[in-house]
């Protein structure tokens, strides 16, 4: 998949998929929401902590994160028809976001991207995901013209 | 959520994305699809490496595992309304199935699950992950009857 099918992909995908390696060195895993931040050439994805359930237990996540920045992330697409499947994993490292201006912009981007956080908007930290590497693999080529085959005989 | 519920979620979901942390200590996070074998109390996930696509990748990521065998992998709902949000993580530890009856029994598992592994069986290794812990959440009961609301005024 080239880049820029790719980076369209996490552009709109609604939801991603966030792997950390907590200080024990297992692996973690979250369903999440964020935005795309696109400054060329820097790449940057934002979450915000629900402020909501189980703070204790996302303070501790923000703590590992910390400890071990890394982060890898997929938007992926099922479909029971294979051919159709795809994936985009980026790899990158995460900050909390200290500086106000920067917080401003990401929870903006956020309330564009989810009306949801225009009914209630969030006050729990953001982080920053700042994208280091982008990959991508389809089943087969998106968009590309495909010859018209016949079904099976 | 109790267990039973979110068993039968794990059970149910057609993919889950799971991570794993690599020789250089970074998660790493792929989709995949499986099948949850329940021997009571013992509960197995099988996935089977695809036969076709990225070969040497997919070898690697199996050295990977044995290296570190920690895995979690979450099975997920996103929805545009938030209060039907859920997920189901589970925690556990990977090993490639040598044993042939296990194995057999595992890509059966699969092939019932998906249609599309019996049209074209795999012949890849077999990676079972016994599970040693579950963790759900829901953005409100799932199932339980709810009082009836009024819409705000």
New interface residues.
């Given amino acids: 998949m080239d880049p820029d099918e790719a980076w369209a992909r996490v552009r709109s995908a609604?939801?991603a998929?966030?792997?950390?390696?907590t200080p024990s060195?297992?692996?973690?895993?979250?369903?999440f929401v964020f935005a795309l931040f696109e400054r060329d050439p820097d790449r940057v994805v934002y979450w915000v902590v629900d402020r909501k359930?189980?703070r204790s237990r996302d303070l501790k996540r923000i703590r590992n994160l910390l400890e071990?920045p890394?982060?890898?992330?997929?938007v992926?697409g099922?479909d029971?028809d294979?051919t159709r499947?795809w994936?985009v994993?980026c790899?990158g490292t995460a900050r909390v976001v200290d500086d106000a201006r920067e917080r401003h912009e990401a929870l903006h981007a956020l309330q564009e991207k989810y009306k949801?956080y225009r009914d209630t908007p969030e006050d729990g930290p953001v982080v920053a995901v700042d994208i280091a590497t982008i990959d991508g693999?389809a089943a087969r080529a998106p968009r590309s013209p495909r010859p018209s085959a016949a079904p099976p005989a």
């Fill in positions: 609604r939801v998929r966030m792997a950390t390696v060195n297992r692996p973690h895993v979250i369903p359930p189980k071990n890394a982060v890898e992330f997929v992926d099922y029971e294979w499947l994936w994993r790899s949801q693999w």
